[in-house]
């Protein structure tokens, strides 16, 4: 399956984007998806998951209540909606695939899939 993720732009501290990942060669509703970002000198990080059904959603404390995760499997896609966006959220972003589990996991290496990645830039 190859993931596409779009979205990203340059926004205002306290703005918002919605990201979105795309599916295609596959469906993704069997598939447990996750969010990733890379901010330069970092190490890629866990941002959000969500389960398949979309029943299960997990978030980094860095986002939990300004971020949330969902999915319209129908539309193969899933998406990060992004509020009170601040500079430390500066980052590329990742979409992610895990054909093995139905919740989603945190850690990189847990992923099989992985989108192109998106820039986010939030100036100050």
Not at 19 to 26: E, F, N
Not at 83 to 94: C, I, M, Q, R
Request: glycine share 12%; net charge positive; with cysteine.
């Amino acid at each position: 399956v190859q993931l596409q993720a779009s979205g990203g732009g340059l926004v205002q501290a306290g703005g918002s984007l919605r990201l979105s990942c795309a599916a295609s060669g596959g469906t993704l509703s069997r598939y447990a998806m996750g969010w990733f970002r890379q901010a330069p000198g970092k190490e890629r990080e866990f941002v959000a998951g969500i389960s398949w059904s979309g029943g299960t959603t997990y978030y980094a404390d860095s986002v939990k209540g300004r971020f949330t995760v969902s999915r319209d499997n129908a539309k193969n896609t899933v998406y990060l909606q992004m509020n009170s966006l601040k500079p430390e959220d500066t980052a590329v972003y990742y979409c992610a695939a895990d054909p093995t589990t139905v919740v989603p996991r945190r850690r990189v290496n847990e992923y099989e899939y992985w989108g192109q990645g998106t820039q986010v830039t939030v100036s100050s």
